[in-house]
């Protein structure tokens, strides 16, 4: 019998459904491969191992015989071939988990795979959004926040930009077609700030007015 974690959610990617007046622009979630590449460092990681078997190999070939350096040095490439499956499952996993959310009004980020969190960040306390786009047409768009408002890189993490720890700026992570989601951010921050806001007056207030 399969069983759906976020079945419980209202709307896919949000905790509850949207006021009115308030509309979904666009939902997407990370590239799971750009994800293990870009923050998990798939190819770094590769990379360290397989020096490692090269380092021992070289070493060994002058004491031994060809064969026997190979197969003594073999065991970086399993263990380097594990490792790499490790990030590439804990990449999906993330990606999987993962659901962000533009709206006219907000940018909602549901992530976290073993501790999901939902962060709103209206565009009223958004500073600038930043975008790192790839050759691919993958990017990440960094948000830059305003204020006081902090949040826990660890738990941000993966979706937040990177090394930036001072203050934190979560961080919608190689999504395809970036640049047009940045379009979108910046077309819809742009309409929501400069919307004014009209406040009914209470009676008294307005026969002290006069």
């Not at 970086?76 to 499952?89: D, E, P, S, T, W």
């Not at 993962?98 to 960040?121: D, E, F, K, P, S």
Request: hydrophobic residues 50%.
């Amino acid at each position: 019998m399969s069983h759906d974690d976020f079945a419980v959610e209202p709307v896919k990617g949000l905790p509850e459904r949207p006021p009115e007046g308030e509309h979904i622009l666009w939902q997407g979630r990370p590239n799971w491969w750009a994800l293990a590449k870009e923050s998990l460092n798939i190819y770094w990681v590769a990379a360290y191992f397989v020096g490692l078997f090269a380092w021992r190999f070289i070493t060994l070939s002058d004491q031994t015989s060809l064969a026997t350096a190979f197969s003594a040095s073999f065991p970086f490439i399993i263990l380097g071939a594990i490792a790499c499956a490790l990030l590439i499952v804990m990449a999906y996993v993330q990606a999987r988990a993962a659901v962000y959310t533009i709206t006219n009004r907000r940018v909602a980020m549901r992530i976290g795979a073993a501790l999901t969190v939902t962060l709103n960040l209206p565009f009223t306390q958004i500073a600038n959004a930043n975008l790192d786009l790839r050759k691919s047409g993958t990017g990440t768009i960094a948000l830059d926040l305003l204020g006081d408002t902090r949040l826990s890189y660890i738990v941000c993490w993966p979706h937040v930009r990177p090394w930036v720890m001072r203050r934190t700026q979560p961080a919608l992570r190689c999504i395809p077609e970036a640049a047009k989601v940045a379009q979108i951010i910046s077309e819809a921050a742009e309409a929501r700030v400069s919307t004014p806001v009209i406040e009914r007056a209470s009676p008294a207030s307005a026969v002290a007015a006069e």
